[in-house]
C-alpha cells in the first residue's frame, strides 16, 4: 500500500514548470522551494499540487524497487526548505526537513489514478465518470474529498517544534484555497507557555516582520476584524474553551488561514470542552504541536484525527471500525501505522542525519539513587502495603475478580503508599477506608484527583475550588458556574443531567488537612539524601531543577530549604502568570538561585530551563512522557553543559515498581512509532498486582 509522497520503491522524478500565465517573484520563490522537497512524487505523468503553481512530472527511465522505507531513511530523505528570508536564526538541516514536510502537507497533490494521496485514489466507472476510492476504509464516493492541509508535529521535546512553526508562518506568501479565509495564523497554547510564543517571535524573526496580538486577560479585543489584521493571534486553550461555538463569536467569528494547537495532546480526550472547541475552529490548515501524540492508549490519536479533519477517519464509527478493532493486535494493525506516518512527522535526538546526530548536544546521564526508608518510616509503609495486599486479595475473591467495585478506594490506597515514600506527613490525615457510602467515594476520588495534581474537565487548569458530580467526574466549581451558573446542567463528559446541590467540593480546609500540623515537622529520608546531594556533591555553577507530582511534597520540601540556607524559587500550576514568569526569570539569570522547585505537570509544558544542568525527579510518574518532557526541558537545544539526570525512589516499594508499569506505557509510543517492539499494556489487574508486589 502507498501511504504518501516521501517512501521508496517509487520512480525518481526530475520536475520542469509548465507555463501558468503568471511570472512573478513570489510564484519564482515557491518554484524553487518545490524544487528542493516536491521531487519524491509517484507514477503520475501530470499532477498538480493544490494551491501552487502547476507542474509537470517527468519520469526517469530508471525505477526502483525497494521495500517500504524504514522511518530513519524516510528522515534522512526528507528534503530541505530554503531558509525563510524574515527569519533571523539558521535553521538546523532537520528543521529545514521539518519546514519542507509542513510546506508540502499545506499543499497537499489531488489523488490520481496513478497515485494514492492520503489513502484516496481516484477510478472510473463505466460511464467514464470520475470516482474515489479510499484504500483503507474501503469504500468509493463521487464526491472529491476535502483532503487534510497539515499535520502533527511530534519531534522530541527540546528539538524546536516552535522554530518550526515559526519558519513555517514566516514562509509567505501563503496561498489559499478560498480567498474568504484570512491570513492570520492562530496558536493556542497552554498558560505557562504564552510568553514563551512571544519571546520566540521576537527572538526568531526580523522586526516588524509578523504582526501579533496576544489574545489573554479580561481587557482582551474581541473584533473579529482587529484580529484579523494580525499574522498571528496567541490564546490558551482554557480561553478558548470559553468560547461561544454556537454564535460564532469571538475565535469562531474567524475564519483562520492555520491554527495551530501547541501541547496538542491535551484534546486527547474528546468530550472536553476545549477538545470540542478546538474542532469546532474554522481554518483551511491545521497543525498540532506535541512530543507526546500518545500518552495513555493509541486512542489518544483520535482526537487529534479529528482535529485534523482527516476524512472519513474523522468519524468515531469509522475510527473505531478500522483502528480499533479489539480483535488485531497493535502490531499486526498496519493501517494504523500507515495513518500515522502520514500525518504525522517525529524526530528524536538520537537519530542520525547523514551518520551525525541531527542535533549536537551534551552528553545527558541518567543516575538511580535508591533510598532506604527510616525504621519508623518502613514500620508506616509496610503495614499500610500489608494491609492493601490484603484488601486486594479480599475483592479479588469476593468479586470474582472484578475490582471496579472498589476501584477508585483502591486507587486511594496506592496513592498513600506512594506519598509516604516521599514523606509520611503527607497521609498524615488518612481517609477511613472502611466508609462506603456513595458520597465518602466521591470525596475519597476527590481527594485523590487533588493530590494527583488532576486538572478540571473545562479550562484544563489545575483545581483550585475541586467540585465532583454524581457520575464522578472532577471540575472546578467556578467554571461550572461560569458555564452553566446556578441551574441543572448535563455533565460536559457523560451528558448525564446534574443539579447543583448534588456536587461535592473539596474545601480547603479538607486539602490543608491531608498534611497535618507543620508545626512538628521533620525531614523524610529522601528529603535528607536530596539536601546530601545539594550541599556535597555540587559544584558552584550547578543549577538544579527538582520536580515532584505532588505540590504538597513541594510545600515540605520548602520547609527544609529553607532550614538548610538553600536558594530556590517555585513554580506550580496555582501561581499566576506574571508570577511564574518570575520566577522563571530569576532561576534564569540569578546566580545565587541554585534551586527550582517545580510541579512535574508544570514542568512538562513547553518551559525552556536551559540554566540548570541537574534534573532531580523525586518521585516516579505513572506515565514515562511526562518525565521525558520534564526532562527535555532541560536538556534541549541551548543547552551547553552536561546534563545530570537523578531519580530517587525507595527501594522495595511501590516505587520501583511502577518502572515495570513505565516500560509497557513507553513501549506501547515505540509501537505506534516503529522505534521498537514491546508487549501489549498491562490490564488494571495486571497492574496492581505490579505495583503491589505480584501479590
Known amino acids: 500500500m502507498s501511504t504518501n509522497n516521501n517512501n521508496t520503491g517509487l520512480p525518481k522524478f526530475r520536475i520542469k514548470r509548465v507555463n501558468n500565465n503568471e511570472d512573478n517573484n513570489s510564484n519564482n520563490n515557491t518554484l524553487n522551494t518545490l524544487k528542493k522537497f516536491y521531487k519524491n512524487n509517484k507514477r503520475n505523468k501530470s499532477s498538480s499540487v493544490v494551491g501552487l503553481p502547476k507542474l509537470q512530472v517527468i519520469e526517469s527511465t530508471k525505477k526502483l524497487d525497494l521495500p517500504l522505507q524504514s522511518e530513519a531513511e524516510f528522515l534522512v530523505n526528507l528534503l530541505e526548505a530554503p531558509q525563510p528570508e524574515t527569519l533571523i536564526?539558521?535553521?538546523?538541516p532537520y528543521q529545514k526537513q521539518g519546514l519542507g514536510w509542513m510546506l508540502s502537507n499545506e499543499h497537499p497533490k489531488e489523488p490520481t489514478i496513478d497515485e494514492e494521496v492520503q489513502f484516496w485514489i481516484q477510478r472510473e466507472n463505466q460511464a467514464n465518470k470520475i470516482l474515489y476510492y479510499n484504500t483503507v476504509a474501503k469504500f468509493t464516493t463521487t464526491t472529491r474529498p476535502n483532503l487534510i492541509r497539515g499535520g502533527i508535529l511530534a519531534d522530541d521535546m527540546g528539538l524546536g517544534k516552535t522554530i518550526q512553526m515559526i519558519a513555517l508562518i514566516a514562509s509567505k506568501p501563503a496561498i489559499n484555497l478560498d480567498s474568504t479565509y484570512s491570513k492570520t495564523t492562530l496558536i493556542v497554547a497552554p498558560l505557562s507557555v504564552l510568553e514563551n510564543w512571544v519571546d520566540q517571535i521576537n527572538m526568531h524573526v526580523k522586526k516588524g516582520s509578523l504582526s501579533y496580538y496576544v489574545f489573554h486577560g479580561i481587557d482582551r479585543n474581541n473584533d473579529p476584524e482587529f484580529l484579523k489584521n494580525h499574522d498571528i493571534i496567541?490564546?490558551?486553550?482554557?480561553?478558548?474553551?470559553?468560547s461561544d461555538i454556537k454564535e460564532r463569536s469571538g475565535l469562531f467569528a474567524i475564519k483562520w488561514l492555520r491554527v495551530i494547537l501547541d501541547e496538542g495532546h491535551i484534546i486527547r480526550t474528546k468530550s472536553t470542552k476545549q477538545s470540542i472547541a478546538a474542532c469546532n475552529l474554522d481554518a483551511e490548515r491545521r497543525w498540532i504541536l506535541t512530543g507526546t501524540p500518545i500518552m495513555n492508549e493509541l486512542n489518544d490519536i483520535y482526537s487529534l484525527i479529528k482535529f485534523l479533519r482527516f476524512t472519513p477517519f474523522d468519524s468515531l464509527e469509522m475510527w473505531n471500525k478500522i483502528f480499533n478493532n479489539q480483535t488485531i493486535k497493535f502490531k499486526d494493525n498496519n493501517n494504523l501505522r500507515y495513518l500515522i506516518k502520514t500525518v504525522c512527522l517525529r524526530r528524536t535526538k538520537d537519530m542520525k542525519f547523514n551518520g551525525r546526530p541531527i542535533v549536537c548536544l551534551p552528553p545527558i546521564n541518567f543516575y538511580t539513587h535508591k533510598i532506604k526508608f527510616k525504621t519508623d518510616e518502613k514500620k508506616i509503609y509496610d503495614k499500610m502495603e500489608n494491609d492493601a495486599k490484603e484488601q486486594f486479595k479480599s475483592w479479588k475473591e469476593s468479586r470474582n475478580g472484578d475490582l471496579k467495585y472498589n476501584y477508585v478506594t483502591f486507587l486511594e490506597m496506592l496513592l498513600?503508599?506512594?506519598?509516604?515514600?516521599?514523606?509520611?506527613?503527607?497521609?498524615?490525615?488518612?481517609?477511613?477506608?472502611?466508609?462506603?457510602?456513595m458520597n465518602d467515594e466521591r470525596l475519597t476520588a476527590l481527594k485523590v484527583s487533588v493530590s494527583n495534581n488532576k486538572c478540571c474537565y473545562i479550562c484544563s487548569k489545575l483545581l483550585t475550588t475541586p467540585t465532583i458530580t454524581p457520575c464522578k467526574h472532577i471540575f472546578d466549581k467556578d467554571c461550572i458556574k461560569v458555564s452553566f451558573g446556578d441551574e441543572m446542567f448535563s455533565c460536559p463528559i457523560c451528558q448525564n443531567s446534574v443539579n447543583m446541590s448534588q456536587l461535592i467540593e473539596l474545601t480547603t480546609i479538607q486539602i490543608e488537612e491531608e498534611i497535618g500540623n507543620l508545626k512538628d515537622f521533620k525531614t523524610s529520608s529522601k528529603v535528607e539524601a536530596l539536601l546530601e546531594f545539594l550541599n556535597k556533591h555540587n559544584d558552584k555553577s550547578d543549577k538544579s531543577v527538582v520536580f515532584s507530582q505532588w505540590t504538597s511534597f513541594l510545600d515540605l520540601i520548602e520547609i527544609a530549604f529553607k532550614d538548610a540556607n538553600v536558594k530556590f524559587v517555585r513554580f506550580d500550576g496555582k501561581m499566576l502568570r506574571n508570577q511564574r514568569e518570575e520566577a522563571v526569570n530569576n532561576f534564569n539569570n540569578n546566580p545565587e538561585i541554585k534551586v527550582l522547585l517545580i510541579s512535574l505537570k508544570c514542568g512538562s509544558l513547553g518551559l525552556n530551563l536551559t540554566a540548570a544542568n541537574q534534573?532531580?525527579?523525586?518521585?516516579?510518574?505513572w506515565n514515562p512522557s511526562i518525565e521525558d518532557q520534564a526532562i527535555d526541558r532541560i536538556y534541549r537545544i541551548g543547552q551547553t553543559r552536561p546534563v545530570s539526570v537523578f531519580r530517587f525512589f525507595i527501594e522495595n516499594t511501590i516505587e520501583d515498581r511502577v518502572f515495570e508499569l513505565q516500560k509497557k506505557k513507553r513501549g506501547l509510543i515505540f509501537q505506534a512509532f516503529e522505534e521498537q517492539r514491546s508487549n501489549e499494556s498491562p490490564n488494571i489487574d495486571e497492574a496492581l498486582q505490579v505495583l503491589l508486589g505480584n501479590s
Open 89 to 92: 536564526t539558521k535553521l538546523l
Open 234 to 242: 496567541i490564546t490558551t486553550y482554557a480561553i478558548l474553551a470559553q
Open 615 to 621: 534534573c532531580f525527579l523525586m518521585d516516579p510518574w
Open 416 to 437: 498513600r503508599l506512594r506519598q509516604i515514600c516521599n514523606h509520611t506527613q503527607l497521609c498524615k490525615r488518612q481517609i477511613n477506608d472502611t466508609d462506603s457510602n
